[in-house]
């Protein structure tokens, strides 16, 4: 090709590029401007789907939070978050619009003034809208634990474990941001709802210490009950799932003991277990951290692991079998893609089961199948616990 | 401090170690990981072979008391929760420079490979900075529930200090435990 011709050739190429562009220019509107601020909302109707995943995150403890996320949709899994200071606790009201994250700071970050503050944010926003500093500066400081703090009386009262090491129970009416009363509970621990308006805790002994109280946080019944089970031999979790007024707690070894906390004063029901024989010589038991949750169906989920033995209760589990209490029957066995620590199925019909793994990455799979869905990743250092909506 | 913590971690290494079931394992540098579906990380690799990633080994000096106290399987961490601070600044019984150790603990109960004999160890938590973030190990023989807070390895134990912020973890021998043959 001459030179006149491979210019020629190059003109009509740059033509022929130029009107193409022009083309495309024509056929694009331009990108309008984004306003400035620009910070996004949530409904605060949230869906069956959301779990509030609590991150003690160990590496910087004073620096913890919960997630909101939800599993079911394709993306936009992480809805945002909320502060949650130095082993906070953590509810959901039903009631009103808000959150409460009971945490503690010091003036210095890690050193100074110590401040315990019950926060309270709205669900929409999720910025806090109020606060109530917890006095005495007792609050309990532990690995993330829902039965630290409970609501009860319609969500009217918030009950706030303290421990230091004395126990005792700070009673907050929510509605008008006060606090009501302090309860001591010498050798017991955690506050389970119980009756009309009170809670039960289990004790040091197998014994429960359970109180009862007015509108106004005077108790009007307070019974010590005799020890119902061996915490040497074989303690009962801390972490029950409840079905109606029932506590179901699975045990180190493999029962269940169901204790119905529906009354004033606790009864103690039935206890199976919930092994053959065959999987009890195989030594499989409950383990984890968030160790059992249940379904709106009223299905029980354990995370089990094989092969356990003294000091196995928190190692986490490569299944999670399915219970049905009425018939002291395992439904279902789902075999975890990755070994799991904590669980917690979804509110409603066709609920699903996050399990948070042993990579500290959250698992969601459809509870009814077990089969494996998808991985969200990084909803935190250590998100160890699970809050499904109340 | 003992929160489950990492459990993974600890588990992860008690697994690896002392059960040789590789459940554990993780990007905290220890943690579990699920049996036989995962590869052995190089994390994993490395808890396999007994410590922690760029951790070097020390040794107490005295042969009664044998161990790494960097290794989350040294005798005296049998129900330990948290960051050694042997690998903080620390030692197995000491906490790091400017930090403060907790006059309260819970109490746990291990056996002196060297002599067979079982002694009480009390986990004091070093207290006042943040947390130091290396050696995570969570052990729990005889550890329970929080409502038996004593031998409960999930509470902040860092009461009675002026910070309750966790830094790490101490095993300090109180005694020969006579009740199981000291």
Same mark, same amino acid.
């Given at each position: 090709?001459?030179? @006149?011709?491979?210019?020629?050739?190059?003109? #009509?190429?740059?033509?022929?590029?130029?009107?193409?562009?022009? /083309?495309?220019?024509?056929?694009?509107?331009?990108? &309008?401007?984004? +306003?400035?601020?620009?910070?996004?909302?949530?409904? !605060?109707?949230? +869906?069956?789907?959301?779990?509030?995943?609590?991150? @003690?995150?160990?590496?910087?403890?004073?620096?913890?939070? /919960?997630?909101?996320?939800?599993?079911?949709?394709?993306?936009?899994?992480?809805?945002?978050?909320?502060?949650?200071?130095?082993?906070? #606790?953590?509810?959901?009201?039903?009631?009103? *619009?808000?959150?409460?994250?009971?945490?503690?700071?010091?003036?210095?970050? @890690?050193?100074?003034?110590?401040?315990?503050?019950?926060?309270?944010?709205?669900?929409?926003?999720?910025?806090?809208?109020?606060?109530?500093?917890? &006095?005495?500066?007792?609050?309990?400081?532990?690995?993330?634990?829902?039965?630290?703090?409970?609501?009860?009386?319609?969500?009217?009262?918030?009950?706030?474990?303290?421990?230091? &090491?004395?126990?005792?129970?700070?009673?907050?009416? %929510?509605?008008?941001?006060?606090?009501?009363?302090?309860?001591?509970?010498?050798?017991?621990?955690?506050?389970? +709802? *119980?009756?009309?308006?009170?809670?039960?805790?289990?004790?040091?002994?197998?014994?429960?210490?359970?109180?009862?109280?007015?509108?106004?946080?005077?108790?009007? *019944?307070?019974?010590?009950? !005799?020890?119902?089970?061996?915490?040497?031999?074989? +303690?009962?979790?801390?972490?029950?799932?409840?079905?109606?007024?029932?506590?179901?707690?699975?045990?180190?070894?493999?029962?269940?003991?169901?204790?119905?906390?529906?009354?004033?004063?606790?009864?103690?029901?039935?206890?199976?277990?919930?092994?053959?024989?065959?999987?009890?010589?195989?030594?499989?038991? !409950?383990?984890?951290?968030?160790?059992?949750?249940?379904?709106?169906?009223?299905?029980?989920?354990?995370?089990?692991?094989?092969?356990?033995?003294?000091?196995?209760?928190?190692?986490?589990?490569?299944?999670?079998?399915?219970?049905?209490?009425?018939?002291?029957?395992?439904?279902?066995? %789902?075999?975890?893609?990755?070994?799991?620590?904590? %669980?917690?199925? #979804?509110?409603? !019909?066709? &609920?699903?089961?996050?399990?948070?793994?042993?990579?500290?990455?959250?698992?969601?799979?459809?509870?009814?199948?077990?089969?494996?869905?998808?991985?969200?990743?990084?909803?935190?250092?250590?998100?160890?616990?699970?809050?499904?909506?109340? | 401090?003992?929160?489950?913590?990492?459990?993974?971690?600890?588990?992860?290494?008690?697994?690896?170690?002392?059960?040789?079931?590789?459940?554990?394992?993780?990007?905290?540098?220890?943690?579990?990981?699920?049996?036989?579906?995962?590869?052995?990380?190089?994390?994993?690799?490395?808890?396999?072979?007994?410590? =922690?990633?760029?951790?070097?080994?020390?040794?107490?000096?005295?042969?009664?008391?044998?161990?790494?106290?960097?290794?989350?399987?040294?005798?005296?961490?049998?129900?330990?929760?948290?960051?050694?601070?042997?690998?903080?600044?620390?030692?197995?019984?000491?906490?790091?420079?400017?930090?403060?150790?907790?006059?309260?603990?819970?109490?746990?109960?291990?056996?002196?490979?060297?002599?067979?004999?079982? =002694?009480?160890?009390? =986990?004091?938590?070093?207290?006042?900075?943040?947390?130091?973030?290396?050696?995570?190990?969570?052990?729990?023989?005889?550890?329970?529930?929080?409502?038996?807070?004593?031998?409960?390895?999930?509470?902040?134990?860092?009461?009675?200090?002026?910070?309750?912020?966790?830094?790490?973890?101490?095993?300090?021998?109180?005694?020969?435990?006579?009740?199981?043959?000291?």
């Amino acid at each position: 090709m001459s030179d @006149t011709n491979a210019r020629r050739l190059g003109l #009509t190429l740059g033509l022929f590029l130029l009107a193409g562009s022009s /083309v495309i220019q024509m056929a694009s509107a331009e990108l &309008p401007a984004e +306003p400035i601020p620009n910070v996004a909302t949530i409904s !605060p109707d949230y +869906p069956e789907s959301l779990l509030f995943a609590q991150d @003690t995150n160990f590496d910087a403890i004073i620096a913890g939070r /919960v997630v909101l996320v939800d599993v079911a949709t394709d993306n936009h899994n992480y809805k945002g978050a909320l502060d949650a200071a130095q082993f906070a #606790t953590f509810a959901e009201s039903r009631r009103r *619009s808000e959150l409460y994250v009971a945490e503690t700071f010091y003036s210095r970050g @890690t050193r100074g003034t110590r401040t315990d503050v019950l926060t309270i944010y709205d669900k929409g926003s999720l910025a806090p809208i109020d606060e109530l500093v917890l &006095p005495g500066g007792k609050r309990g400081l532990f690995v993330s634990e829902r039965y630290a703090m409970q609501l009860i009386d319609d969500d009217h009262i918030l009950l706030v474990y303290n421990f230091t &090491p004395a126990a005792s129970v700070t009673l907050v009416d %929510i509605d008008r941001r006060e606090i009501l009363n302090e309860i001591n509970i010498p050798g017991c621990g955690l506050v389970y +709802p *119980s009756g009309k308006r009170g809670f039960a805790s289990l004790c040091s002994n197998g014994s429960i210490h359970a109180v009862q109280f007015d509108k106004a946080g005077k108790v009007t *019944s307070e019974k010590k009950l !005799p020890s119902f089970f061996d915490v040497d031999d074989d +303690p009962l979790f801390d972490k029950p799932v409840y079905i109606g007024g029932i506590a179901w707690f699975p045990s180190f070894k493999g029962d269940i003991q169901a204790l119905d906390l529906s009354g004033d004063t606790p009864q103690v029901g039935v206890r199976w277990s919930l092994l053959s024989k065959a999987e009890r010589r195989q030594n499989w038991r !409950p383990g984890g951290w968030q160790i059992a949750s249940v379904d709106d169906a009223g299905l029980i989920y354990v995370l089990m692991h094989k092969d356990g033995k003294g000091g196995s209760h928190k190692d986490g589990g490569e299944e999670v079998w399915v219970f049905e209490h009425a018939k002291k029957q395992r439904v279902q066995r %789902i075999k975890l893609k990755t070994w799991g620590i904590s %669980i917690e199925a #979804t509110r409603g !019909p066709a &609920p699903y089961l996050g399990v948070v793994n042993a990579e500290m990455q959250l698992d969601v799979y459809d509870a009814k199948s077990g089969k494996w869905l998808k991985q969200i990743g990084n909803v935190g250092g250590t998100p160890l616990s699970l809050y499904a909506r109340r | 401090m003992k929160w489950l913590d990492k459990l993974t971690t600890s588990f992860s290494r008690n697994l690896v170690h002392r059960t040789s079931r590789r459940h554990v394992l993780t990007r905290l540098g220890t943690l579990a990981m699920g049996g036989a579906a995962l590869p052995l990380l190089p994390i994993a690799r490395a808890a396999a072979q007994g410590g =922690y990633p760029g951790v070097a080994a020390q040794s107490t000096g005295n042969p009664e008391d044998p161990g790494d106290p960097t290794q989350c399987e040294y005798w005296r961490y049998c129900a330990i929760d948290g960051f050694l601070c042997a690998c903080c600044g620390g030692t197995q019984n000491s906490c790091p420079p400017g930090s403060e150790m907790s006059p309260l603990t819970w109490i746990g109960t291990c056996q002196n490979p060297a002599d067979g004999k079982h =002694y009480i160890i009390s =986990y004091n938590d070093c207290c006042g900075k943040t947390s130091c973030g290396r050696c995570a190990c969570n052990r729990n023989e005889g550890d329970t529930p929080l409502y038996r807070a004593q031998s409960n390895n999930d509470t902040d134990w860092c009461i009675g200090t002026k910070s309750s912020v966790y830094t790490c973890s101490t095993a300090v021998i109180l005694g020969v435990s006579l009740e199981q043959g000291g």
